[in-house]
């Protein structure tokens, strides 16, 4: 099976700090591929010359065999990619099904003139419906975001960028840290609905501190650190890289994963 992403000696320096130093990975369709590791190690730097928030200074990021070094986030997002951010980002003025409108209307220009709730309702609705936010009930959904629960804000920004992609079942989701400041129940939920998601072949590249959501979810983990890649392959087999204990999970870590998360 070919790469539907291909990362090549990605390389980004912040003034005098190199943040990412030749980094090399491929994902193809519908994988679920973790990237862990310490504060500092490059993650977010990496995710934002993958989204196009920041233009690496070497390297190339193929997409589909396009090369998106210097298209912009608006047009990555056209090509298919979206991501969410370590701290839930919604419109919280805006109600739950606002978001969501928005976010499609988006898609073929957004006017002062446009009412959001008689735009794009059906398709508001289905990832309303995906992500299970439908429990809410009516009242809820039509009400202002800021009030809703962290956990149901993370199912909403989730929500908002699949709508945004022209394919969602073809496309790449990055997602910092979906599982941070959820509770167990929560993340499991979160880490269960990202699985279902690349079932149905969206791909995903995800950040994530909790080991218990990347061991037994992850297809694949990356291992990163101080800008460079020290370790990639199956979860069980970098669980006991001698390395990547030593520097990372701690040499106690014996974490066996089975598979794929349920």
């Not at 149901?152 to 979906?178: F, S, T, V």
């Amino acid at each position: 099976m070919s790469a539907v992403l291909k990362v090549q000696n990605l390389q980004h320096r912040y003034a005098g700090v190199h943040a990412l130093k030749g980094v090399d990975f491929e994902l193809h369709q519908g994988e679920c591929v973790a990237l862990i590791g310490p504060n500092g190690a490059g993650k977010s730097t990496c995710f934002a010359c993958l989204a196009g928030q920041q233009i690496a200074a070497q390297g190339k990021v193929v997409w589909h065999a396009q090369d998106l070094q210097g298209i912009p986030v608006t047009a990555r997002r056209a090509l298919g990619i979206g991501r969410t951010f370590q701290v839930a980002q919604v419109f919280e003025a805006l109600s739950v099904m606002q978001n969501l409108q928005l976010v499609l209307k988006a898609a073929s220009g957004v006017s002062l003139f446009d009412n959001l709730d008689n735009c794009q309702s059906e398709a508001a609705a289905y990832w309303v419906n995906a992500m299970g936010l439908q429990d809410l009930g009516h009242a809820a959904l039509n009400a202002s975001a800021a009030h809703l629960s962290y956990g149901n804000k993370k199912r909403l920004e989730l929500a908002m960028a699949l709508a945004g992609l022209p394919q969602a079942d073809q496309g790449l989701l990055l997602l910092d840290e979906p599982a941070a400041g959820l509770s167990p129940e929560e993340r499991q939920d979160m880490m269960s609905r990202i699985r279902k998601l690349t079932a149905q072949g969206t791909t995903v590249l995800y950040t994530e501190h909790n080991m218990d959501a990347v061991f037994g979810v992850a297809d694949r983990v990356l291992v990163l650190m101080e800008g460079r890649l020290i370790a990639q392959g199956l979860p069980q087999d970098v669980a006991a890289n001698a390395v990547v204990q030593e520097r990372y999970l701690g040499t106690h870590f014996s974490k066996a994963p089975g598979g794929r998360h349920a």
